[in-house]
């Protein structure tokens, strides 16, 4: 069975923490692509500082149906540590925002990392998001997803953002905690903690929407 641990304990906690996704809170139209850069993760102690380690994904999603899509997404953080790390998953919006009802996204994403040595390690991951469009721009929101592993408990992280359009393109920020049901033990990094529960971290991501919606 391949292992990110082998020889890679400080590349392993960082996968295993968190992938670097950010929350999605609406699919991409349908007939659009979407292209998608997500940076940051889960704040640790590096020398004297405390940073967000620098998880990145970059990818794109497709609008396939009315608030359906399905997205493809490189890590290459992994890359850097000569792993090769991708997800396809897809976001599905059963609730509209309606007064005070928010919408409601759910996303599904497989992933699947190899350093073509010693195997292949799949996760999936499952998440759903709550979110509120102010004034046709400002979208706060609240998440929660899980990472289920083959060989290990699920990981949960629930998060808090902000997300701003500017016509096609949209920023987006969050602060996430990191498996706050779980007590930080990773020993190759020292992870910033709630009451020595998980890790707290930041992501900033950034998305262009192509095309004309159908």
Partial sequence: ??????????????????????AKLRPTPRGQVTA???????????????????????????????????????????????IAGLDVGAAWQPLLQKGAV??????????????????????????????????????????????????AVPLLAVGAGVEVEFGRLALQAEFRWFSPNRPTYFNAVEWQSIGGLGAVGALLGVRYTFGEAR
């Fill in 102 to 151: 928010p919408a409601v996204t759910l996303v599904g994403r497989l992933y699947g990392f190899t350093n073509f040595v010693s195997g292949f390690q799949p996760y999936l991951e499952l998440g759903a998001t709550g979110s509120y469009k102010l004034a046709d721009r400002v979208s706060p929101y609240l998440n929660v997803t899980t990472l289920i592993q083959t060989n």
């Fill in 1 to 22: 069975m391949f292992s990110l641990r082998s020889g890679l304990p400080f590349l392993a906690a960082l996968l295993l923490v968190g992938c670097g996704h950010m």
């Fill in 36 to 82: 998608e850069l997500a940076l940051g993760g889960p704040f640790a102690k590096v020398s004297s500082l405390v940073i967000p380690l620098p998880l990145t994904t970059v990818g794109a999603s497709y609008g396939v149906a009315d608030h359906v899509d399905v997205s493809a997404h490189f890590h290459p953080t992994a890359a850097v540590f000569k």
